[in-house]
């Protein structure tokens, strides 16, 4: 069974500073990885998507990179701003199913 | 913008109740799933659908059942309601590896 982990649990930065999510799975057989965004008591907004065949994607200032043989995937977050503070989960599409990472907790300090 | 819609985005409901909560997407997705998530913990699958007429248990046991009679269309039903399904219940669809799109939520509390 696939299982995905995210380092670290919670991250506390300040304003302006560019921060690094990880997420690590265990089986490399997967067909994409979806970075998500979820706010305090609301719905999972999706950030980026990679194919299997992809190194990396990007919208505005976040960069996903996607590690298939090794099982890693980064979330790279420039210039940090306060309206960034949220849980940032990635989840793992193995093919019958999305398997999720428990999630960084992400707070950005003006 | 959403193309997933849940309805209610909030419900305070009576122990021994039965409930409905609505999901609904425009995209034609084949699949569909439902998640439970406490506050501040992680996801867990209740039910899964792969297209009209398919409907599975996901990894959490759940007392709540779905179906699928249109593509567009997966609610999930609790015949009766406990103070234990106070939770948030998330939809999300998917088609072709082009990854999840998920609702707003159902906040859900029983007293």
Redesign the interface.
């Known amino acids: 069974k696939q299982e995905v982990t995210q380092i670290p649990a919670a991250l506390s930065v300040p304003e302006g500073e560019n921060l690094v999510l990880n997420c690590s799975f265990t089986d490399s057989a997967i067909y994409n990885l979806q970075w998500f965004r979820q706010d305090p008591g609301k719905g999972l907004t999706s950030l980026l998507l990679i194919q299997s065949s992809q190194r990396e994607q990007t919208s505005g200032r976040l960069n996903a990179s996607l590690d298939k043989s090794s099982g890693r995937s980064t979330l790279y977050i420039a210039a940090s701003q306060p309206g960034d503070s949220a849980t940032y989960l990635c989840a793992v599409d193995s093919g019958n199913q999305f398997y999720f990472g428990t999630g960084t907790s992400l707070t950005v300090i003006p | 913008e959403a193309d997933i819609y849940?309805t209610p985005r909030y419900l305070v409901i009576g122990t021994g109740k039965k409930i409905t909560l609505e999901c609904s997407q425009t995209m034609g997705h084949d699949k569909m799933?439902w998640y439970q998530q406490d506050?501040g913990m992680?996801?867990h699958?209740i039910h899964?659908s792969y297209g009209v007429n398919s409907t599975e248990k996901g990894d959490l046991s759940s007392e709540s059942t779905v179906s699928r009679i249109r593509t567009e269309h997966f609610p999930l039903t609790l015949e009766s309601a406990r103070p234990s399904h106070t939770s948030?219940y998330?939809c999300?669809s998917?088609a072709g590896?082009?990854?999840?799109?998920?609702?707003?939520?159902t906040?859900l509390t029983v007293v």
């Open positions: 849940q799933y506050p992680e996801l699958l899964y948030q998330l999300a998917s590896g082009r990854g999840y799109t998920f609702g707003s939520g906040r």
